[in-house]
């Protein structure tokens, strides 16, 4: 990822290409509903910090993941961008097929919404010197009504015995533990450690995961704002 | 239930969701619970409403969804759906007729994008507010504003139509809509000053059916976020 490579080319007609940071938890969502559901695709990784002006015109809010069809059609937001997949591509259907179902994984996702950063204020905020006490009980909260809903289910998944979309919407977080130390969280949360577990064992986890070493290291850079975008290439 | 008035804590609670119907749980003031209400109202779907008394909450209602938050839709099948626009978009999904959102997944997905970006301004409005409250300048909060009134208005302009999904009301559409019902309200109706096409929309939407089934007066609405501001919210006020 360069801030002045050239424009790529069209997006050929039977693919879609994925503009990307190889770190990023959000694009690490489209990825893995990418890789699940079986579709061609490419991949265009961008300097977060030195947008190409082609990267921008495509989307003026400059975010990473965006999708873009042969077409030219521009897609962005992860949540956006995932069902968009899951309704463009009909095999190995992610969502649930029932309206109430869909909503009950929209509003398990706006939930988990209001605590995803603090997988990285924590960490970050306490290499800083700062309190994080406060992040630290709500992210508890949030942790142990995850692992309370798994008990209640008893299925594997949040959704079922098999792997849906709010599953891999979850995961990235749930990768990057290592990563901000926050291991001890999971202490009191067996269900949740064990659906840790089964998410390894997933195809597409494993096409799009990184080691949690890699994750320290890219990880050292985002905290003093010297992201290193193509750690490990 | 065909009162209006708020339910607060030591209501009894109400029975099961009758069998052709959802039941909405809202607040007559609110701008989030208003985007159901128009979703409800625009596809036609038999509903009945029980408003909450947001700062004294009945038990019951917190059973149903512990953050206490409306809108709430609830079915007969007691399938409790929180949040505005997922409860929005369950309702256009189960119920099939005048489909408010675009049927391919790029029309729904650009719909949602477009909400993204608005969901910015809402956040703005309330902060010129209490901003203007305190005494404070306002002055570049309302700039800020007037830039994105601009890029709204830029792409009515842009696309020719006369709604923001086309030349009919959309789903997107009922979801801005509340908060521009209640510019009045935030002092900030001056700002559409130079978006001639954002103006013609709200006059456009004032003459929809639902809006006009769901819409305070600007007078209402200021009465009531006065006193939703200094802490004493009328739920009940106008009725």
Not at chain 2, 20 to 40: E, K, N
Request: hydrophobic share 35%; aromatic share 12%.
């Amino acid at each position: 990822s360069v801030a002045r490579t050239p424009e790529p080319g069209p997006v050929p007609k039977d693919s879609i290409r994925l503009y990307s940071m190889r770190f990023c938890p959000y694009a690490q969502r489209t990825r893995l509903v990418l890789h699940a559901k079986g579709i061609k695709f490419d991949t265009i990784n961008i300097h977060l910090r030195n947008k190409p002006e082609w990267f921008l015109e495509k989307n003026p809010l400059g975010m990473v993941p965006t999708l873009e069809t042969p077409a030219g059609e521009v897609i962005y937001e992860s949540p956006i961008t995932c069902e968009y997949l899951d309704e463009a591509y009909p095999e190995k259907k992610l969502l649930p097929s029932t309206p109430f179902g869909k909503a009950r994984q929209r509003m398990m996702l706006e939930h988990f919404s209001n605590v995803e950063l603090h997988f990285y204020k924590i960490p970050v905020r306490r290499l800083k010197g700062e309190d994080v006490s406060g992040l630290e009980a709500e992210l508890k909260v949030s942790l142990t009504k995850l692992d309370e809903h798994l008990v209640k289910k008893k299925t594997k998944f949040f959704d079922g015995d098999t792997i849906t979309m709010i599953d891999y919407m979850l995961w990235p977080f749930f990768e990057r533990i290592e990563m901000g130390d926050l291991e001890p969280f999971l202490d009191n949360t067996p269900e949740l450690k064990k659906w840790r577990a089964h998410m390894l064992e997933d195809p597409a986890v494993k096409a799009t995961i990184h080691s949690v070493e890699s994750h320290k290291a890219f990880f050292k850079g985002y905290a003093v704002e010297k992201p290193d975008y193509d750690y490990g290439l | 239930m065909s009162s209006e008035k708020s339910f607060a804590a030591g209501s009894p609670a109400p029975g099961p969701v009758p069998k052709d119907q959802v039941r909405l749980y809202s607040m007559r003031f609110c701008p989030f619970a208003q985007r159901t209400r128009l979703v409800l109202h625009a596809k036609g779907i038999k509903f009945e409403t029980i408003n909450i008394h947001l700062k004294q909450k009945p038990d019951w209602f917190l059973e149903k969804n512990p953050d206490g938050l409306v809108p709430i839709i609830e079915t007969p099948a007691g399938e409790v759906v929180i949040e505005s626009v997922i409860t929005s978009e369950f309702l256009d999904e189960v119920y099939p007729e005048k489909k408010l959102l675009p049927a391919t997944p790029f029309g729904k997905a650009q719909q949602k994008m477009m909400l993204e970006h608005f969901s910015k301004i809402t956040p703005q409005l309330f902060k010129i507010s209490s901003a203007r409250r305190k005494g404070d300048d306002v002055s570049g909060l309302e700039a800020e504003l007037k830039e994105k009134f601009t890029s709204l208005n830029e792409y009515l302009v842009k696309r020719k139509t006369k709604f923001f999904g086309g030349d009919t009301i959309t789903f997107i559409d009922y979801m801005m809509w509340p908060f521009f019902e209640r510019l009045g309200m935030f002092e900030v109706q001056h700002c559409l000053d130079h978006t001639p096409e954002l103006k013609k929309w709200t006059e456009l939407m004032l003459e929809d059916p639902a809006v006009k089934a769901t819409m305070h007066s600007t007078e209402n609405h200021k009465t009531f976020f006065n006193n939703f501001l200094d802490g004493k919210p009328d739920y009940d006020y106008g009725l």
